[in-house]
């Protein structure tokens, strides 16, 4: 299965507009967090789900570059998946824990792409507990 990960979901740049008018009951399920333009909104600062077997926990802003790795591990011990947004700058990183590997992943932005070099969208597949997160340029 695949997983969009674009503002349209809530992940990065203002969740108000995507949420204007949209009733998410008719497709997959929605978890959106609060980011730094949706103080209006009454969303959760983080979420956390599991889909299958594959945990995955979802943040605005994971703070500086410096020192990420460590704080989300931190933040979210059991996750599989951490995917963050805020910064509009797409990052993919896997980071070795002593048991597995966390997936820290930042979608970009489909419109504004601020230093990033392309805009961009991100997708999460999982497969059978593997999990696979790429950019798509656009």
């Known amino acids: 299965m695949g997983l969009s990960c674009t503002p349209t979901v809530g ?15 008719g497709y997959a399920p929605v978890t959106a967090v609060r980011g730094n333009n949706d103080a209006s909104l009454d969303l959760p600062e ?9 945990a995955l926990a979802v943040i605005h802003d994971s703070g500086p570059t410096r020192g990420r790795a460590a704080r989300l591990t931190g933040m979210f011990p059991r ?13 993919n990183k896997e980071v070795v824990l002593d ?3 966390q997936h820290h992943f930042n979608p970009g932005s489909p419109t504004q792409r601020r230093r990033a070099p392309t805009r961009t969208v991100g997708w999460i597949t ?4 593997r999990v696979e997160c790429v950019h798509e340029h656009l």
């Open 99 to 101: 048991d597995r590997t």
């Open 126 to 129: 999982l497969d059978d507990g």
């Open 46 to 54: 983080t979420a956390e789900l599991t889909i299958g077997t594959v």
């Open 11 to 25: 992940i990065a740049s203002s969740a108000a507009w995507a949420f204007d008018g949209l009733d998410p009951s």
């Open 79 to 91: 996750s599989n998946v951490v995917v963050f947004g805020h910064s509009h700058l797409p990052w």
